[in-house]
């Protein structure tokens, strides 16, 4: 993201592209495998900061595919209760909505098990995004979870960015290594091609040593290229900013709030979505971060992907100054 660049006006500040999953959770930090009771919910990586940024006052569309089925229904209900346009979805009466289950664990934290292959998601195709707004939204988000369902969606996740880049739409990319999905070996290439191809890229410092081998935040800086906005994020410690064109910046960093850590599954969706919204409305870079975390709070201190956000939506006029040089 170009750190002079201003957003410009469209039809949605917004497109976040990606699959939203119904998730079945054990209630009271129950195992799966002794588990008498669940909860229902809905989560996925888009559709998660789409929410979030609807909390926050943003205008916002999701696109995706969901099953003909009641938990379809359930996931656009739950998406677009926020105020997040889901109109553009796609149903599908031959491949089923994604579910994914949370299994809690006092001593190794919260493992998922995803079970969407074959999903109505998973058909993405290319042909999908004429379907979608592109031009006319200010910015459009997606994450490294939509390349690794098929090879349909990694297609479509890369022409989604060529397209933004050829109508002037700015391109928002997070990581999001998920190695339940694919291999390190797979997913390593891939993620650098969109991470190059983005404006602004969210990765965590751990996943990045994981798939890109990299050890500093400078060094993820480096590999990702000076043209890119990149904020590394590293758990409880905080957040850096190395913005594009900055060279051998040091980078500006802001330290996490610290909260009472319920479950951080979520967190860099919401941290992703503060981050976004401080930038749309003209913050400048330790707001933006700022922000970032606290939002972030928000889905820590809850067993929830998305927490209504909706509190932070009035921001003090020091936090969005009019015409701040970004």
Avoid at 40 to 46: D, I, K, M, R, S
Avoid at 112 to 135: E, F, K, M, N, Q
Avoid at 280 to 288: D, F, I
Wanted: aromatic content about 6%.
């Amino acid at each position: 993201m170009s750190d002079h660049e201003v957003p410009r006006p469209g039809e949605h500040e917004v497109l976040c592209l990606g699959e939203a999953m119904v998730l079945v959770a054990p209630q009271q930090g129950q195992r799966l495998a002794a588990a008498r009771d669940a909860t229902l919910g809905v989560a996925g990586a888009e559709s998660n900061v789409a929410q979030y940024l609807a909390d926050l006052g943003h205008s916002v569309a999701w696109a995706s595919r969901v099953g003909s089925d009641p938990l379809g229904d359930r996931v656009l209900a739950a998406v677009a209760r926020p105020g997040v346009d889901v109109r553009h979805v796609e149903r599908d009466p031959s491949a089923p909505t994604a579910v994914y289950f949370k299994d809690p664990s006092p001593e190794g934290g919260t493992r998922v098990h995803y079970y969407r292959t074959g999903s109505a998601a998973s058909r993405l195709t290319p042909a999908y995004l004429d379907t979608l707004p592109i031009g006319s939204a200010r910015l459009v988000h997606l994450s490294g979870v939509t390349a690794a369902l098929s090879a349909s969606c990694a297609a479509t996740a890369t022409d989604l960015f060529d397209r933004a880049r050829g109508a002037g739409v700015l391109r928002s990319f997070d990581v999001n290594y998920r190695p339940a999905l694919w291999r390190t070996e797979d997913a390593a290439a891939p993620l650098l091609a969109l991470a190059r191809n983005a404006d602004v890229v969210f990765v965590g410092l751990d996943e990045a040593a994981e798939v890109w081998g990299t050890t500093t935040a400078e060094d993820v800086r480096d590999l990702i290229g000076p043209s890119v906005s990149v904020v590394v994020k590293n758990a409880e410690v905080g957040a850096v900013l190395f913005a594009s064109g900055s060279g051998a910046d040091p980078g500006t960093f802001v330290p996490a709030e610290r909260v009472e850590v319920v479950e951080p599954v979520g967190a860099g969706d919401a941290f992703a979505a503060g981050y976004l919204s401080a930038w749309l409305r003209g913050a400048a870079r330790a707001e933006r971060l700022r922000l970032g975390h606290r939002v972030a709070a928000f889905a820590l201190g809850s067993v929830n992907d998305h927490v209504d956000a909706s509190s932070l939506r009035d921001l003090p006029s020091a936090a969005r100054p009019e015409g701040t040089v970004l």
